[in-house]
């Protein structure tokens, strides 16, 4: 990226030609690395029997592909999580149909109705109608103003996209920072500033990982989950250990953006709630479709939350968090808009809306965990990591693995790679696979450090007053902060979430 930028500053009429190049070779890097790991045959060792040898050593292969593109992404992430349909089959290990049913698994839909849900918030405004009401009471002091965007930025986030709620707070936060007042000294304006938009920035990712709709990682881990040990991550036991943890490490980052790294004295803030009430005042009174929009929203939630009882009173009902998800969008669809029942509460065209990429991303990451575990290559690499090793010093290891990976590949990508190994690893260490795999999934969520870890630090960085390294800084302490944090409470809490599962 620094050599692409370099010489497209200094010989622009080179540019194009150049990032032309550039994405060709980064095409090709995928397979040539397929290439190599089938002529070099790294598992002809390890595995005696040819068969078993050669599926290993083809489904490594893609696996390195996929890998490869995911990093560079030298073609979208979706385009790389359908090589499994075309490769797997041509390479006989595994057959077009079982290739697949990985891409309609129960974790996409349980997704899907999550999108849909949350486009429909969208469409009636009412994710800013909830951002300003928490906003009009957090007060409109610099550290009141930060703590309430961020609080507003990080509840949404629990259940629509980070990349959206980001969006429209961006505006919102700008206008804020547009009232301060002249006689403030410069370091305090751009302390409050930085804050502010870091602030929106991390509290997006750490919502995110407070429930299993919130962000893509914690539904491929789910789905992953299911998949391999046939274990099902509900919504609720989800929340018992993740909300507590987000909501620590919520007040955390606050604290070492307000009062650490880029503290808010002496500025004054002229007529900011004002601004908010005339937010609020554009948007109008509710009205029957903004109503019913929320009272679908609230019921799913609910559903989701309190399954865990409403299975055990019922259990003949057979409740899953994907038919909740898919109750409520079929209610969106046939629930009325108006009063005078004129149009439904949303039409089918929002879902041209829906990121149908990230649905085709689960079912690839889905596959290639089947993959490697069926050709043995996870069993594999988790006998590199010492039996004798204590539990906690490997899980601190793996979850700073995972917290600095993330901050180059995507977190999705990162997840659906990492927790296939991470289940085999729990498995030659003889502990359940959830306390390893749910502390990396949270650490994937932790993109803190550069503006392309994430889209919602890409966003806040495009506002042009934050610096590549007031966001690296920030986001190194905040990585420390999260390990602090991520690896006790996982140890502490899963046992309590999943009583069942022992040690």
Not at 362 to 381: M, N, S, V, W, Y
Not at 400 to 422: D, F, K, R, W
Request: net charge neutral; glycine share 6%; with cysteine.
């Amino acid at each position: 990226m620094v050599v692409r930028l370099c010489v497209g500053l200094t010989f622009p009429h080179f540019r194009v030609v150049f990032m032309d190049w550039w994405r060709i070779c980064r095409q090709l890097f995928g397979p040539a690395f397929f290439f190599a790991v089938l002529y070099w045959e790294p598992f002809h060792e390890r595995f005696p029997e040819p068969g078993a040898a050669q599926l290993a050593d083809k489904v490594l292969a893609v696996g390195v592909w996929m890998l490869a593109w995911w990093i560079m992404e030298a073609v979208p992430l979706a385009v790389t999580a359908l090589l499994p349909m075309l490769l797997f089959p041509l390479l006989s290990v595994m057959s077009s149909e079982r290739t697949a049913l990985h891409y309609g698994h129960p974790i996409v839909f349980l997704f899907f109705g999550g999108f849909v849900l949350a486009l429909g918030l969208e469409h009636y405004r009412l994710h800013l109608r909830i951002a300003l009401w928490i906003l009009s009471r957090t007060g409109t002091s610099p550290n009141r103003l930060v703590l309430g965007f961020m609080l507003a930025t990080g509840f949404l986030s629990m259940w629509i996209s980070n990349t959206a709620t980001t969006v429209m707070m961006l505006p919102m936060a700008m206008s804020v920072l547009n009232l301060l007042q002249g006689d403030a000294d410069e370091k305090s304006q751009r302390n409050f500033a930085v804050a502010m938009l870091l602030g929106v920035a991390f509290a997006a990712s750490v919502g995110g990982m407070a429930t299993l709709i919130g962000t893509p990682p914690n539904m491929s881990f789910a789905g992953i989950m299911k998949e391999k040990l046939d274990f099902t991550v509900s919504f609720g036991r989800w929340m018992l250990v993740a909300f507590p943890i987000a909501l620590l490490l919520f007040f955390l980052v606050y604290a070492v953006l307000t009062f650490l790294l880029f503290p808010t004295t002496n500025i004054a803030i002229a007529n900011a709630d004002e601004v908010i009430q005339q937010e609020r005042e554009k948007l109008g009174p509710m009205r029957f479709g903004d109503t019913l929009m929320l009272a679908v929203f609230v019921m799913a939630a609910g559903l989701w939350i309190g399954k865990e009882f409403i299975v055990w009173v019922w259990p003949q009902l057979g409740l899953t968090d994907t038919n909740i998800a898919i109750f409520a969008v079929v209610l969106l669809f046939m629930l009325p808009g108006d009063s005078r029942c004129s149009k439904p509460l949303v039409n089918w065209e929002i879902t041209t809306r829906l990121p149908w990429g990230i649905l085709l991303l689960f079912g690839g990451g889905l596959c290639l965990a089947e993959a490697l575990d069926k050709a043995g290559i996870i069993a594999a690499i988790a006998g590199l990591v010492p039996s004798t090793w204590p539990y906690w010093l490997v899980l601190i290891l793996l979850t700073a693995l995972a917290l600095y990976l993330t901050e180059v590949m995507s977190n999705v990508a990162l997840v659906n790679v990492l927790i296939p190994v991470l289940i085999g690893i729990a498995e030659s260490m003889e502990i359940h696979a959830l306390y390893l795999t749910i502390p990396a999934t949270l650490a994937s969520s932790c993109a803190f450090m550069l503006p392309m870890a994430t889209p919602p630090n890409a966003i806040v960085f495009g506002s042009g007053k934050i610096t590549v390294w007031q966001m690296f800084i920030a986001g190194f302490c905040l990585n420390l902060v999260s390990l602090i944090v991520i690896v006790p409470l996982t140890m502490l809490l899963i046992p309590l979430a999943f009583p069942a599962i022992g040690r």
